[in-house]
């Protein structure tokens, strides 16, 4: 009897679209038990299984036929993981991993040790704007900090990639050369443009060279010899897919806010091999969750493993340090120290030309020529995407007589002392302790129907249509069950 007044008050508020309710696991299986019984497919043991991790808020969204769309999932960690370092996010789809064939989008940071974390994970059946919108939206409610986000990378053939640019208005999209040179290789092919080897090859070679490209001027000289020398549906299709968006992916030209630099992209490309070869291809979908959940674990660890040794002083440098040096090194991450230490070096060979004011100086740089920094800040991209001292600035620094070292021109992000404070293996956390989790409900959101945009359904959809796999709610109640 409490089940199907359970069911009637969820028909009820089916029928009144009202979105974000909030089901109990036991009713679920009324809902999203799978049409073909048997099916390696159950949708209510995944969602049980989503729902064993420590504070998992777990979000299943259908559309007004009861169709599942997508299903977003978090645990307690990812959401701190994330508010402690949100300033750039990190989107990867990846697909054909699963039975059903609902692409993976795993969303990741990066740390105050340069490391990345996993920190949401999205299924999505149905890679729409209304089901990506219906996913950033719940992103940002459940994750305040998303306001911080200043560089999102994703995918260029992520399916609707400006929904993330019109949800979050603040933050830049790029898209990282790991990602760039992916597709590349993918659509720049014998198959798909119909070219001999050679041409592929050639044309992927000048592809290459574009994508470093450091400044416009180099992207036009690339540009002309490339339209000179490959052939014309290349040409075509670069023009049609990347000329007009070579901000976003050509490494001089992307705006030089908090992107961290490259060393994204070695993240992202190991982080997403090392759940293709550890998830088993097309297993059931609790199987896939389970597996993919062990990798982030095994992941996880040999992160926090790197995070102990942090604090870990090596005394013996091999060479003496300047005090500069010791205290940059004392303040910073070991990762962000890294880049310093190299700046700080750099800066020893880089001159002044002449002084501006009573705190800047015109400087000379190899890529901007003649520019003028002041003693606490510089527009040269080591500065911009790092946010840490750069050449110059420590060059003018000495040129005022002020000292090189200043904690103001660091991030608070690179900081040790905020490592410690955010950084799981620094904080007593024992989940064991920590009340035990009795929320196991998943919320359920209903997509209000209105007129769609013409959809072409992709395999992956037809695929899925095909199984349906969410019953009607009505026919629950309605006694065809
Ligand atoms: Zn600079």
């Not at 986000?149 to 990639?161: G, L, N, Q, S, Y």
Request: contains cysteine; charged residues 25%.
């Amino acid at each position: 009897m409490l089940k199907v007044k359970a069911n009637k008050k969820l028909v009820q508020q089916h029928i009144q679209s009202i979105t974000g309710q909030n089901v109990i696991l036991k009713d679920l299986h009324n809902i999203v038990s799978h049409l073909r019984p048997g099916h390696r497919n159950n949708f209510e043991e995944l969602l049980a299984e989503m729902k064993k991790s420590a504070g998992a808020t777990v979000d299943a969204f259908t559309d007004s036929d009861d169709t599942l769309q997508a299903i977003s999932f978090q645990t307690e960690e990812m959401r701190n993981t994330f508010s402690a370092y949100p300033e750039l996010l990190l989107i990867d789809a990846t697909y054909k991993l699963n039975d059903l064939r609902m692409p993976l989008y795993v969303l990741m940071n990066v740390d105050g040790n340069g490391e990345s974390e996993v920190i949401a994970l999205w299924l999505v059946a149905t890679e729409d704007r209304m089901t990506i919108s219906m996913l950033v939206n719940k992103f940002k409610e459940r994750n305040p900090d998303w306001k911080d986000i200043t560089v999102i990378m994703a995918d260029k053939d992520m399916v609707k990639r400006d929904v993330l640019t019109e949800k979050m208005p603040g933050a830049d999209i790029q898209i990282c050369l790991f990602h760039v040179m992916r597709s590349l290789r993918r659509e720049v092919s014998t198959d798909k443009l119909g070219i001999s080897a050679g041409e592929r090859d050639m044309s992927l070679e000048f592809l290459t060279k574009i994508a470093h490209a450091c400044s416009e001027e180099e992207y036009q000289a690339f540009y002309d010899e490339f339209t000179n020398s490959v052939p014309r549906c290349v040409i075509e299709y670069f023009q049609k897919n990347w000329h007009a968006i070579r901000q976003q992916w050509v490494e001089g030209l992307k705006n030089e806010k908090a992107s961290f630099l490259n060393n994204t992209n070695n993240r992202l490309e190991s982080t997403n091999q090392k759940i293709k070869q550890v998830v088993t291809r097309y297993s059931g979908v609790t199987v896939f969750f389970q597996e993919l959940m062990l990798c982030i674990h095994s992941l996880k660890n040999e992160r926090d493993h790197r995070a102990a040794y942090v604090t870990t002083k090596d005394t013996i440098d091999r060479h003496p340090r300047s005090n500069a040096e010791i205290e940059y090194k004392e303040l910073l991450t070991p990762y962000a120290f890294k880049f310093v230490e190299k700046q700080l070096e750099y800066s020893a060979t880089t001159t002044v030309l002449r002084t501006v004011d009573d705190r800047s100086a015109i400087i000379r740089s190899k890529s901007l020529g003649d520019i003028v920094v002041s003693v606490d800040s510089c527009r040269c991209s080591f500065s911009t995407s790092m946010l840490l001292p750069c050449r110059h600035v420590f060059a003018v620094r000495r040129h005022f007589n002020k000292t090189v070292y200043d904690e103001a021109l660091c991030a608070k992000r690179w900081t040790l002392a905020y490592f410690k404070t955010r950084q799981r293996v620094y904080i007593d956390y024992s989940p064991e302790s920590a009340a035990p989790d009795i929320d196991d409900s998943v919320t359920l959101h209903i997509q209000p129907s209105e007129p769609q945009e013409k959809v072409i359904l992709s395999e992956q959809q037809k695929y899925r249509k095909a199984y349906h796999l969410l019953v009607k709610i009505g026919q629950v109640i309605s006694g065809q069950e």
